[in-house]
């Protein structure tokens, strides 16, 4: 009898978000190459008016299953608890993007595990379109009532969730993101670099002009460190560029020293990595932190703001820091010699080799097994 894991990846037909794009991506694969023996993988999808070839994207699924429904309106369907084409079984989700709605674990093998890697829409909703902040909400009081698991990336976003929505009780699991596999700095590095419009040796940001990603204490800190470094800000919003620059120049950095992209592809952001001599992490969301694990992944030698999640994720693999002058004096420590730099890097990669979507997957089965 073989047993089928049907994985929700409406990211790879109809993405929202490129970091869940990729998280679904590299967890279906990491399951279908962890399947034990007599288990197999299935993808279910929304319809999408673009034909995608998810078998091309994961490869050895044993199906695809297109429902009736495009994202937009399944997404309103699993909202509201309305039927859905996507049926029963073993349903796992990388997102909270699954059919929450009542079931026999017990009599018909029916079991659905959603994950949230970001508290955003709880934490900081303002910062979203009101209408993405509603529809999480809303399928987290799903999952209270409906989900057999919550899978969560970190103990500390595990503790804060059990303040939002206490019911869950024992049924949240912490399971761990990771870079993508293979995520390394590529041999045209330098080329893609130069195309990007980007200088070498620079101090590298994430984020955008929402507060809670916290770019304007992390300009503040490189500014008080008076390091003549240039900036490097990815993944700002479209548009947002101008802003970001202001900001930086309000902090005290010239917009000369400033270059900010937008979302990056994997190889591209690897490339940026390549040339980064330090990744500031000055966010204090709690979410899963992509840009710190890859900054690991890579040997970036990383200066971030002492917080719940980064302690949990960071251990001894860079600097935590509590203010503008210990982020500003980290800089400095981190910067002041290639004794520093090169310690720090080898810190780095030894931490983010805890990281792996195998190890990830892995799990995952056992908890499916378990439940």
């Keep these: 009898m073989t047993t089928t894991l049907r994985v929700v990846l409406d990211q790879l037909v109809a993405p929202t978000d490129p970091d869940l794009r990729?998280?679904?991506?590299?967890?279906?694969?990491?399951?279908?190459?962890?399947?034990?023996?007599?288990?197999?993988?299935?993808?279910?999808?929304?319809?999408?008016?673009?034909?995608?070839?998810?078998?091309?994207?994961?490869?050895?699924?044993?199906?695809?299953?297109?429902?009736?429904?495009?994202?937009?309106?399944?997404?309103?369907?699993?909202?509201?608890?309305?039927?859905?084409?996507?049926?029963?079984?073993?349903?796992?989700?990388?997102?909270?993007?699954?059919?929450?709605?009542?079931?026999?674990?017990?009599?018909?093998?029916?079991?659905?595990?959603?994950?949230?890697?970001?508290?955003?829409?709880?934490?900081?909703?303002?910062?979203?379109?009101?209408a993405t902040a509603m529809w999480h909400r809303a399928m987290l009081k799903r999952a209270v009532k409906y989900a057999d698991a919550v899978v969560v990336p970190t103990h500390a976003v595990a503790s804060r969730l059990a303040e939002l929505a206490p019911k869950l009780g024992d049924r949240v699991r912490v399971i761990a993101?990771?870079?993508p596999a293979g995520f390394s700095v590529p041999r045209d590095d330098v080329g893609r670099r130069r195309a990007l419009g980007l200088p070498e040796g620079f101090i590298l940001l994430s984020g955008g002009m929402a507060p809670s990603d916290g770019l304007e204490r992390g300009f503040a800190a490189i500014a008080a460190s008076g390091l003549d470094v240039p900036v490097v800000v990815i993944d700002a919003a479209e548009g947002e560029e101008p802003a970001i620059a202001e900001l930086a120049s309000a902090s005290g950095i010239p917009e000369t020293h400033v270059h900010v992209r937008c979302a990056l592809d994997t190889a591209d952001r690897a490339a940026v990595f390549g040339a980064a001599v330090v990744f500031g992490a000055p966010s204090r969301r709690?979410?899963?932190?992509?840009?710190?694990?890859?900054?690991?992944?890579?040997?970036?030698?990383?200066?971030?703001?002492?917080?719940?999640?980064?302690?949990?994720?960071?251990?001894?693999?860079?600097?935590?820091?509590?203010?503008?002058?210990?982020?500003?004096?980290?800089?400095?420590?981190?910067?002041?010699?290639?004794?520093?730099?090169e310690r720090l890097a080898v810190l780095a990669s030894d931490r983010g080799r805890a990281f792996s979507w195998r190890e990830a997957a892995t799990r995952v089965w056992e908890l499916h097994a378990e439940l």
């Design 22 to 130: 990729t998280a679904s991506r590299e967890l279906a694969q990491a399951l279908v190459q962890t399947a034990p023996r007599g288990c197999v993988v299935e993808a279910v999808v929304p319809s999408a008016s673009e034909a995608t070839d998810v078998g091309d994207l994961v490869a050895g699924l044993a199906d695809v299953r297109k429902t009736a429904l495009a994202r937009r309106e399944l997404a309103a369907a699993v909202q509201l608890g309305a039927p859905t084409g996507i049926g029963g079984g073993m349903i796992h989700s990388p997102s909270l993007f699954a059919p929450l709605v009542r079931h026999d674990r017990v009599h018909d093998n029916d079991q659905t595990v959603v994950t949230l890697w970001d508290l955003r829409p709880w934490e900081a909703p303002d910062e979203l379109p009101r």
């Design 286 to 341: 709690t979410a899963f932190p992509w840009r710190v694990v890859e900054a690991l992944a890579l040997g970036v030698p990383v200066v971030a703001a002492d917080s719940a999640v980064h302690v949990e994720v960071i251990v001894d693999g860079g600097i935590l820091v509590e203010d503008r002058d210990a982020a500003a004096a980290a800089l400095v420590s981190a910067l002041g010699s290639t004794s520093a730099a």
């Design 177 to 179: 993101g990771a870079a």
